[in-house]
């Protein structure tokens, strides 16, 4: 194993690991827990909670639950979710980031405080991701959201524009965006802008950087689902092209790894430390098994 070596700076953030404690806290009381998606975008974490009893639902299923105990993931949630709780009689177990809460807060306020007709809120982030759906739920539905550049059409330049960012996204991305619009916003117009991405989350990618640099192939380890793991994992192979994406052990046997070489294991904010040690048990046992041939 002299070779393989995990990142101790990858792996859950602190929103993740509040979240999954609440979960593990909740379900030891032995009662029935349902959890509004996934705890977190990674597979094995989700059976694992499955497997103690956590039971994964999503928005239609919550609207036709009664009397029962929920549990609100980091990601955070709309205040069209409370209000149906509060309706129906639902219990919530509130675990969204604290990062996120103060973010939806900033939204409010700002959409509270703004002529809706004269002034855009703006989100940088991704269409449908359940953090994004929560942000947009404070302006009732009115934010524009924009993944990319490309998207830029959807916003008047002559009209105010009030810039947010999912906690998640790139910081040069976010950075290089920030420089566009105030090239483009018009004469007349007021153009602010707001740094909400999540430093915990952004100060991955310079260390990210540094591994990667040090190894010869690194193993990142993500679930498909992560909006945070693409974004690191695509760094880390600009950083490094011998980078490979995987999600679970089993993935590593159809890779052709040269074990001779320095390995890296780094993950998404997402990705448990339990699973990145069955990677490197899992890459030690294929390198004995070269040896053995």
Not at 58 to 65: P, R
Not at 163 to 175: A, I, P, V
Request: some cysteine; proline content about 2%.
């Amino acid at each position: 194993m002299t070779n393989i070596e995990i990142d101790d700076k990858s792996g859950f953030c602190f929103g993740v690991v509040k979240a999954i404690n609440k979960a593990e806290e909740e379900l030891a009381k032995g009662e029935t827990l349902y959890c509004l998606g996934d705890i977190v975008h990674n597979g094995q974490e989700v059976e694992r909670l499955a497997e103690m009893g956590l039971i994964t639902i999503n928005h239609e299923e919550f609207s036709k639950l009664h009397n029962v105990k929920v549990l609100l993931r980091a990601h955070g949630e709309p205040p069209s979710t409370y209000e149906l709780a509060n309706k129906n009689n639902i219990t919530l177990i509130d675990a969204s980031c604290p990062v996120v809460l103060k973010l939806q807060a900033r939204i409010k306020k700002s959409y509270e405080n703004s002529p809706t007709a004269d002034t855009q809120i703006v989100i940088f982030g991704h269409h449908g991701h359940a953090e994004v759906n929560g942000l947009v739920g404070q302006t009732k539905g009115t934010a524009i959201v924009i993944e990319d550049e490309s998207e830029l059409n959807k916003v008047d330049f002559s009209k105010n524009i009030r810039l947010f960012s999912q906690t998640t996204k790139s910081l040069n991305g976010f950075n290089h965006l920030v420089t566009t619009l105030s090239k483009k916003t018009k004469e007349g117009a007021d153009f602010e802008y707001f740094d909400t991405i999540c430093r915990q989350v952004a100060n991955r990618i310079p260390n990210i950087t540094t591994f990667a640099k040090q190894k010869d192939i690194i193993i990142f380890v993500s679930g498909k689902k992560s909006s945070n793991g693409k974004v690191l994992y695509e760094h880390s192979k600009k950083i490094n092209p011998n980078t490979f994406l995987v999600s679970d052990a089993e993935e590593i046997e159809s890779l052709n790894i040269d074990f001779s070489k320095k390995i890296g294991i780094c993950g998404a904010t997402s990705t448990p430390r339990w699973v990145m040690e069955n990677i490197a048990a899992k890459l030690n046992e294929e390198s004995l098994k070269q040896k053995q041939v």
